[in-house]
C-alpha cells in the first residue's frame, strides 16, 4: 500500500512543476498582443461543473481487479472553483457497480456498489479558446456496499486518485470532455496478512466522457 502512494505522488509532483513551468513560459512570450487574444484573464470566482460517465478498469492483483466485471458505466459529478487563473480546487461524488465473475475469489458475493466522495486541487491550462487541459489530484473517502444471496454489508475506507482532463468547448457556457484517471482505493477489511493487499488496495484505471458547465467562463 505504502509503494502504491509513493508512485501517486512520484507522478503528482512533476505534473505541478510541469504547469508552473508552462506559466513561465506565457510570461516570456513576445507577441503578447496575439496571446491575450488568446488567452485572456481568467476570473478567480469562476466555477465549472462536470456530469460525466466512465468505465473503471480493475489493475493488478486485488479482489476489484480479478474478481469482478464492470459492465455497466459508473457516474461521477465534479465542482471546480478557480482560486486563481490556472489553479482550482473542488469535490466530485461518482458511483460504479462490479458483478462478481469469480466467486472463488471473494466468497458468496455477488455484486460491489463503489461510491466516493472526493476532494481535489487542480491546474487548468487553456490551450485555444476551444481546447483546454486539466488535470487534479485527489483525497477522500469511499464505501463499498456488497450484496450476497442473504447479507448486504458495508466496508469502508479512503482514496487517492491523478486524472488528466482534456476537453473541447463549443460556446462560452458547454464544452464536452474526456478523461484518464489512475485511482488507488485503500480498504479497512480484516484479513490475513498474505490477503491484506489482495482485499484492502484496489487499483483503477478510469477512462470516461461528458458535459461541462462552464460558469463565467475562464480564458475566455
Excluded: C
Excluded at 460517465?53 to 459529478?77: C, D, H, Q, V
Excluded at 476551444?130 to 485527489?138: K, M, N, P, R
Excluded at 484518464?180 to 477489511?189: G, Q
Excluded at 482485499?199 to 466522457?209: A, P, R, T, V
Aim: charged residues 20%; without cysteine; hydrophobic residues 40%.
Amino acid at each position: 500500500m505504502r509503494s502504491n502512494i509513493k508512485v501517486l505522488i512520484a507522478i503528482i509532483f512533476p505534473v505541478f512543476l510541469f504547469g508552473q513551468e508552462l506559466e513561465k513560459n506565457e510570461s516570456n512570450v513576445k507577441d503578447t498582443t496575439k496571446v491575450n487574444m488568446m488567452y485572456s484573464p481568467g476570473n478567480p470566482e469562476s466555477v465549472a461543473f462536470n456530469i460525466g460517465f466512465f468505465r473503471p478498469i480493475g489493475l493488478g492483483n486485488s479482489a476489484m481487479a480479478e474478481a469482478y466485471t464492470y459492465k455497466n458505466p459508473g457516474f461521477e459529478f465534479t465542482f471546480n472553483w478557480f482560486v486563481q487563473q490556472h489553479f482550482t480546487i473542488g469535490a466530485s461524488v461518482d458511483y460504479f457497480n462490479g458483478m462478481v465473475e469469480d466467486r472463488s475469489k471473494v466468497g458468496e458475493i455477488s455484486r460491489t456498489g463503489v461510491a466516493s466522495l472526493s476532494a481535489h486541487l487542480g491546474y487548468y491550462k487553456a490551450i485555444t479558446r476551444e481546447w483546454y487541459w486539466h488535470v487534479l489530484a485527489g483525497y477522500g473517502y469511499v464505501s463499498y456496499s456488497s450484496k450476497s444471496a442473504e447479507d448486504r454489508f458495508l466496508e469502508e475506507g479512503n482514496m487517492i486518485f491523478l486524472r488528466n482532463e482534456i476537453g473541447h468547448r463549443f460556446t462560452k457556457t458547454l464544452a464536452v470532455y474526456g478523461k484518464i484517471e489512475l485511482r488507488n482505493d485503500f480498504m479497512d477489511v480484516i484479513t490475513s496478512r498474505e490477503l491484506d493487499n489482495y482485499f484492502n488496495s484496489n487499483l483503477f484505471l478510469n477512462l470516461g466522457i461528458g458535459l461541462r458547465i462552464n460558469l463565467q467562463n475562464p480564458d475566455g
